[in-house]
T-cell receptor, first 116, second 114 residues
Framework: AQSVAQPEDQVNVAEGNPLTVKCTYS??????LFWYVQYPNRGLQFLLK??????LVKGSYGFEAEFNKSQTSFHLKKPSALVSDSALYFC??????????????FGRGTSLIVHP | SAVISQKPSRDICQRGTSLTIQCQVD?????MFWYRQQPGQSLTLIAT?????????ESGFVIDKFPISRPNLTFSTLTVSNMSPEDSSIYLC???????????FGQGTRLTVV
């Protein structure tokens, strides 16, 4: 069974400072990993993903994430936070599909608050 | 990438009534998913809807309460039946677009039952 843990309900950071939102996962085999962002009263928007290759993946809005297989982690990072980054962030994992669709498992979400 | 239009965006309903949520995709997709997101919680999968077959429901969700239609490859509806305040939640439709590994989501429907 696959699972995702986001250990922090909320992350607070000052504008201009680097931010990290943590995610660890459990899956049999090689994982597909994703980050999504949800702004108030909106659906989830895809930010970035790791499928294979370079452990550091870059995504939308200046976000990046680092896949660490030994630590089974996929932390979301940004060098300089903006107030507009304040939102709810979800990490998700799924197994590679082989002829069928595999449904992702989502973490519980981390609320990012960037203070001016 | 798939673009999904979901409506209504929000509604306030009386207990005992039903609400149907629509999800329209701008391309043909095989798999469509319906999620519930309760306040402060993560996404919980309600069911998977394939065109031409009965929806597959997750544990804790039943067809009588959440009937789903999938008449073609671009459209699906979820009905929340005989609503109670416990059904107050955000409902999201999602699709898997064959050319992509990530999921795409509608804007969500914020349902309040009074």
């Amino acid at each position: 069974a696959q699972s995702v843990a986001q250990p922090e309900d909320q992350v607070n950071v000052a504008e201009g400072n680097p931010l990290t939102v943590k995610c660890t996962y459990s899956v049999s085999g090689n994982p597909y990993l994703f980050w999504y962002v949800q702004y108030p009263n909106r659906g989830l928007q895809f930010l970035l993903k790791y499928i294979t290759g370079d452990n550091l993946v870059k995504g939308s809005y200046g976000f990046e994430a680092e896949f660490n297989k030994s630590q089974t982690s996929f932390h979301l990072k940004k060098p300089s936070a903006l107030v507009s980054d304040s939102a709810l962030y979800f990490c998700a994992v799924r197994e590679p599909s082989s002829g069928g669709s595999y449904i992702p498992t989502f973490g519980r979400g981390t609320s990012l608050i960037v203070h001016p | 990438s798939a673009v999904i239009s979901q409506k209504p965006s929000r509604d306030i309903c009386q207990r005992g009534t039903s609400l149907t949520i629509q999800c329209q995709v701008d391309s043909q997709v095989t798999m469509m998913f319906w999620y519930r997101q309760q306040p402060g919680q993560s996404l919980t999968l309600i069911a998977t809807a394939n065109q031409g077959s009965e929806a597959t429901y997750e544990s804790g969700f039943v067809i009588d309460k959440f009937p789903i239609s999938r008449p073609n490859l671009t459209f699906s509806t979820l009905t929340v039946s005989n609503m109670s305040p416990e059904d107050s939640s955000i409902y999201l439709c999602s699709v898997e677009d064959g050319g992509y590994t990530e999921a795409f989501f509608g804007q969500g429907t914020r349902l309040t039952v009074v």
